[in-house]
């Protein structure tokens, strides 16, 4: 799964993301849908603690095993759907959704659960595909319009909503090219 290509996404999304953590040495970050963590583990040293959410078991064991390898001590990982449960216990002053967006069928819903999280003030960055017609897939999004994204986000009770494009790349996205944006929007 982290093939060349891959990894070269990984980078230009921390590169991207690195400095929007700048003076969140006292925040706490929730890497929903984080897998391995192969984003937010490299962002570990700009936060408080990181909380890895995942709802595969085998993804969040390849996590931990980074977890343990690299001597990381702020960060855990929870399997976790909060589609199906959002335990009330979890607060975060940031969620960061890399690539996880377009697998999941309600977006507003998930929209709303990791609302529901953040602390006042809180911040969402979501890292996803700009909507392509190339794309056909039953599984997934073909990315999103920025306008649309927009909308549901403000409708979920967002604010200060940016989302820009910021990667060009081939054969990126269910082998079209394509492009990735990243959005900021506060609690």
Known sequence: ME?????????????????????????????YGGGTGLVSLELSDLVHSILLVDSSK???QG????????G??????????????????????????SLVLLHIPDT??????????????GRLIIIDFDKSDHVHHPKIHSGFSH???????????FKSIEIKTFYQGEQIFA??????????STK
Not at 147 to 156: A, D, G, M, R, Y
Request: glycine share 0%; charged share 25%; no cysteine.
């Open 3 to 31: 093939t060349e290509k891959r990894m070269e996404l990984v980078k230009a999304i921390v590169e991207e993301v690195r400095p929007r953590l700048q003076d969140s040495e006292s925040k706490s970050l929730v890497d």
């Open 175 to 184: 082998n079209q090219d394509a492009s990735m944006f990243l959005s900021t």
């Open 63 to 70: 996590a931990q095993d980074k977890i343990s390898e690299k």
């Open 72 to 97: 990381i001590t702020n960060s855990k990982v929870l399997y976790s759907d909060f589609t199906q449960y959002t335990p009330p216990e979890i607060k975060a002053d940031i969620v960061l959704l």
């Open 108 to 121: 507003k819903l998930i929209l709303q659960k990791l609302f529901s999280i953040l602390n006042t003030n």
């Open 58 to 60: 085998q993804a969040l």
């Open 147 to 157: 306008n649309q994204l927009k909308n549901i986000l403000s409708e979920v009770g």
